[in-house]
């Protein structure tokens, strides 16, 4: 198989029947075949019953039933470790990210790249922009964060964030087992380890359509800034050492 699109899910009953629909509709049009494989993170609303009614109608659509909430890094390693493509790509479930930017994700790891993530800020990527743009406090917020998150842990990378990130089956299978955090700072420590081990990460411009019930509250940038001192920590005192590599 060559590609898994993992979704991970938590209260999404809204949209991600229309979401899984585009990805699915996206994906059906390629010449090569894939999985979606959606990690439901312990939703309170309709997100279970909805994601068991798509998996019944499409055999490519797998379902992982997660009953607590865990927060996304845990529901995006699962996915991305049961996953069976040759290449592995998580997406939000709101399609800020829109699935057809998955067409410029090949170029690169047919040029030996091992993981290709979006970014939103044109200094990663010429032409990336927030179409239609988060709330100017997440912006601001989003800055501070970048600021902290280059001087502690990864350097030249000015939106870790974006919810769209595609790796080898190899990079996905060494860099899980190594992580940590549950939450938002997870697609951090992807990046830091990705570092430690060598991989060539590509950067793309992503095109970020901004969905208005975003999970991410106030008290979200706090846990991150504290998973990004767990992050620093692990890196002080060698938790990614390079015993395996
Ligand atoms: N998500 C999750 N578990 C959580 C919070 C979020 O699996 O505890 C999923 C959510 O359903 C979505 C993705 O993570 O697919 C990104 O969340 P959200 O869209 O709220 O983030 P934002 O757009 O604000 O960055
Ligand atoms: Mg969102």
Known sequence: ???????????????????IGKFNDYLRRQNYDYE???????????????????????????????????GKGAAVRQGLL????????????????????????W???NNGYDIVIGSRNPRD??????ASPQPIWKRFLGICGNRVIQSLAVKGIYDTQCGFK?????????????????????????????????YKIAVIPVRWINSPNSRVGIKGYFSSFLEI?????????????????
């Open 36 to 70: 979606i494989i959606i990690v439901n993170d312990g939703s309170a609303d309709g997100t279970k019953k909805i994601a068991e009614e798509l998996a019944a109608e499409n055999k490519n659509l797998k379902l992982i039933n997660n009953k607590k909430n865990q």
């Open 1 to 19: 198989m060559r590609l898994s699109v993992i979704v991970p899910a938590f209260n999404e009953e809204e949209n991600l029947a229309a979401n």
């Open 107 to 109: 170029a690169f790891f």
């Open 125 to 130: 990527a010429e032409g990336a922009r927030q």
């Open 82 to 105: 049961s996953a069976r493509g040759e290449y592995r790509l998580f997406i939000d479930a709101d399609n800020a990210t829109s699935i057809n930017h998955t067409d410029k994700i």
């Open 166 to 198: 595609a790796f080898t089956k190899k990079a996905a299978e060494k860099i899980m087992p190594e992580t940590t955090i549950n939450r938002w700072g997870f697609d951090v420590e992807i990046l830091v380890i990705a570092e430690i081990i060598g």
């Open 229 to 245: 001192i767990k992050i620093k920590w692990n890196l002080i005192t060698g938790k990614y050492g390079s015993r395996h590599w």
